[in-house]
């Protein structure tokens, strides 16, 4: 059950994305693509991208301590949450 | 139904029974002391030729230890027992009829407070032998299992979604939803979890059951693994329930040995394996990700969700997690079909709830009944007032995280609906009555110190509110500062509820408020400054 | 945390090598160990770390996560108070108050004769007939004072049997 991860093998998480950038979390799977304004602006991102996601991806900051593409889901400080 | 009436006038010497309770209630009131005393009896009298059954409760606690003996009519009951009593009750009794004595209550199917119920999931509790399969068999377990395998998969997941059958562990979510999401999920290593790790205070259905009819957990788990291709089941039961933990074990032991478990069960293609495990005294590892955590050895934290333990449960692997009593209705729905069991409850909570009824209450157990009855009937007509004899002042329903219900809703009825539209929760069916000497300010704090002790300090607004509600709510039955001041803390404290119940991860510290806030609401004069020490007198 | 002598460490040895295979191993470990010892003792960590294959710092958060489990050797009766809203309703608040003082211990200690510990716990189950307290797998229900010192006698008398 315990799997290794190759980096010469499996392509890095956030292959395409810009990795100056902390995401804070995963992508979506999906291939339907939605169209949302966050603070008046327009972006369009897969179904179920997180609101954090796709704010971070506009640019829009979000104050966030647990939420990062260096760690699996956590969800504990909240600080995110309004 | 057990007992059909016959024509002889006396129950043949190889079936004399004498039933006594070893529900850890009816233990704590004396019953194993009243079981010994008939054990030496029948051991110095050999002609009475009965035998002792150790059986589940009723649910009457106020009549434990409760003797019963079968007659002819049906079983006649007698309570509460002292040691001291047995011996007469035995030999004026002769097993044929009901007889003249003062603790004698008539035929136990016949007292209206046990007649009136509708026991489905509850059906054999109080009546069988609670690991014997065969007793269990003879009252019609395992029926629903039978039918199970002439079903495919997708039929059995479709009976369950047809009874309407909703998660009785609190949050109510369509059982046969949660069990499609994981058949959905592609062939692979799937696990059926029970929740018995019951902490609500106030609630002891699952025990009972349990302890009463521990195969009819069995056999719900065994149907859930079928349905969904699972082929291992664990029971996670609270190390606070030894006596359920010694009958699970005795009962599943005995199911293997049946034929029930293990491989190739009832001579099929199919496996189930069951295991129970311990938790170790953590209220929140009934949550069902912080369980699951329990069961893979860690800290009980609770998990983000996504991912749904649906699809990634226990070790990684899609799971079911469901409550003892949403596992022990299936065997009825199964057996009975999913329209029989829809057909009892009102609005969208469909089929019967285990109430307990428990606290201040002068009539405390267990009372199984369709949705729908209200609060205020159970109360009087089942729970016959306060154990006091004061008047009630304030009931709680669902566990500490369940809000206060002041006396102007207690004409409620008793549905998932109309309990959340009136900012309340249904929770487990667990009711706690309070009497008018209840401080409801000390109550509020207790919640908020019940959740500070509990709490798995994942998320911070349940890790550090729950610690500063209670210091608020210090702060405003001190009396330390003006009027103003004594206001900015009350709404300090209603900001620290909106904070927790929205912001924190999982139910622990997202219901907390609902307690506090309803005794903010409907017990204001209890948070002001108390002018001396006599209250509420 | 309080150690254990070789004679404990070799039970704790055997413990591990019976369970080490479940799945999810590390509590029904924990709760072999202390239902044998009583405790868990700070000298089993190493082995159950290694024999896991995890931190003993992991093994030590387990153990301090969980109420149940114990680091210190208690007394040779441990008493549990349930503090559940039940029991509340059926004064459970004045008779812990009672029980400490009777005892003249806290929660989480041991009285000084080593007889009893005394610990909270959060509901028994048992709540139609509160307040309730357990003593080993023992429940008891509707308890006052009374009835309590009761228990006590009954538990002193038993103890002095089998000497």
């Known amino acids: 059950m315990i799997t290794y991860y190759d980096p010469k093998t499996e392509p890095a998480v956030n292959q395409s994305a810009d990795l100056s950038k902390d995401l804070g979390t995963p992508p979506s799977k999906s291939t339907v693509q939605v169209s949302v304004q966050i603070d008046g602006v327009n972006i369009v991102v897969p179904e179920g991208t997180s609101v954090l996601r796709a704010a971070a991806i506009a640019d829009i900051n979000i104050p966030k301590l647990c939420a990062s593409d260096n760690l699996e889901a956590f969800g504990s400080c909240r600080l995110c949450a309004v | 139904m057990n007992h059909s009436p016959s024509d002889d006038s006396s129950i043949p010497v190889a079936s004399r029974k004498i039933f006594v309770s070893l529900d850890t209630t009816a233990r704590s009131r004396g019953s194993d002391k009243v079981a010994k005393q008939v054990e030496s009896i029948l051991n110095s009298q050999p002609e009475l030729a009965a035998t002792l059954v150790r059986n589940g409760s009723r649910g009457m606690f106020w009549l434990e230890p409760l003797l019963e003996i079968n007659t002819p009519k049906g079983r006649v009951a007698y309570g509460p027992v002292k040691a001291e009593d047995v011996n007469d009750i035995i030999n004026l009794h002769c097993f044929d009829d009901v007889i003249e004595h003062p603790l004698c209550l008539g035929l136990t199917e016949e007292l209206p407070w046990f007649k009136s119920q509708q026991r489905l999931t509850f059906a054999r509790v109080g009546i069988i032998d609670p690991i014997d399969v065969d007793d269990y068999i003879s009252h019609g377990g395992f029926v629903g299992l039978t039918n199970a395998f002439a079903k495919t998969a997708q039929q059995i997941v479709d009976e369950v979604k047809e009874s309407g059958l909703r998660g009785r562990g609190g949050a109510a979510f369509p059982t046969g939803i949660k069990w499609q999401t994981v058949l959905n999920e592609p062939e692979q290593q799937k696990y059926i979890v029970c929740n018995a790790d019951e902490g609500d205070s106030g609630t002891f259905a699952d025990r009972m059951l349990m302890e009463g009819d521990p195969l009819v957990l069995v056999e719900g788990m065994i149907i859930a693994g079928l349905s969904v291709g699972a082929d291992q089941g664990y029971i996670y039961l609270r190390s606070e329930y030894p006596q359920a933990h010694d009958i699970l074990n005795k009962a599943i032991s005995n199911a293997k040995t049946a034929g029930y478990l293990g491989d190739n069960i009832c001579g099929t293609e199919h496996n189930f394996h069951l295991e129970v495990r311990l938790g170790a005294g953590a209220y929140i590892c009934g949550e069902e990700t912080s369980l699951l955590e329990s069961l893979e050895g860690k800290r009980g934290l609770v998990r983000a969700k996504p991912p749904l333990p649906a699809i990634e449960g226990l070790f990684g692997q899609p799971t079911v997690v469901n409550n003892v009593i949403s596992l022990a209705s299936v065997p009825y729905i199964l057996s009975h079909g999913g329209d029989s069991y829809r057909d009892f409850g009102m609005g969208r909570s469909r089929g019967t709830l285990p109430i307990q009824l428990a606290g201040n209450i002068a009539q405390g157990g267990l009372v199984e009944l369709a949705f729908g009855i209200s609060l205020n009937e159970l109360l009087q007509q089942y729970g016959n007032g306060c154990k006091s004899k004061r008047a009630m002042r304030s009931v709680q329903v669902g566990g500490p995280l369940g809000a206060y219900l002041p006396a102007e809703q207690w004409d409620t009825a008793l549905d998932y609906e109309e309990f959340a539209s009136i900012g309340a929760v249904l929770g487990h069916g667990g009711i706690v009555v309070f009497d008018d000497t209840v401080d409801m300010a000390a109550q509020a704090r207790f919640a908020m110190e019940f959740c500070e002790v509990e709490s798995c300090g994942k998320c911070t607004p349940c890790r550090i509110g729950a610690v500063r509600g209670v210091e608020v709510i210090d702060k405003i039955l001190n009396n330390e500062s003006d009027e103003q001041g004594r206001q900015d803390s009350v709404e300090l404290l209603h900001d620290l509820c909106d904070t927790m119940e929205f912001g924190s991860l999982c139910a622990m510290g997202g219901m907390t408020p609902f307690p506090v806030r309803s005794a903010l609401k409907y017990f204001p004069d209890d948070f002001l400054p108390q002018p001396s020490t006599q209250k509420a007198q | ?163």
Request: glycine content about 6%; charged content about 20%.
């Open chain 3, 1 to 163: 945390m309080t150690a254990t002598n070789e004679q404990g460490l070799q039970q704790i040895a055997t413990i591990i090598e019976q369970h080490q295979t479940l799945p999810g191993a590390m509590l029904p470990i924990l709760h072999a160990i202390q239902n044998d010892l009583s405790f868990i003792p700070s000298n089993a960590l190493p082995l159950i770390a290694k024999a896991l294959n995890v931190s003993k710092a992991e093994v030590h958060g387990v153990i301090s996560f969980y109420h149940h489990f114990r680091t210190e050797e208690p007394g040779a009766h441990v008493i549990e108070i349930c503090r559940g809203e039940s029991c509340q309703a059926m004064g459970s608040r004045a008779l812990e108050e009672n029980i400490k003082q009777n005892l003249s211990i806290d929660y989480h200690q041991t009285s000084k004769d080593r007889q009893y510990t005394l610990e909270p716990v959060y509901c028994l189950g048992n709540c139609a007939c509160s307040p309730a307290i357990r003593i080993g797998d023992d429940i008891h229900g509707e308890l006052d004072l009374q009835k309590f010192e009761q228990i006590i006698e009954s538990l002193n008398t038993y103890s002095l049997e089998l000497k």
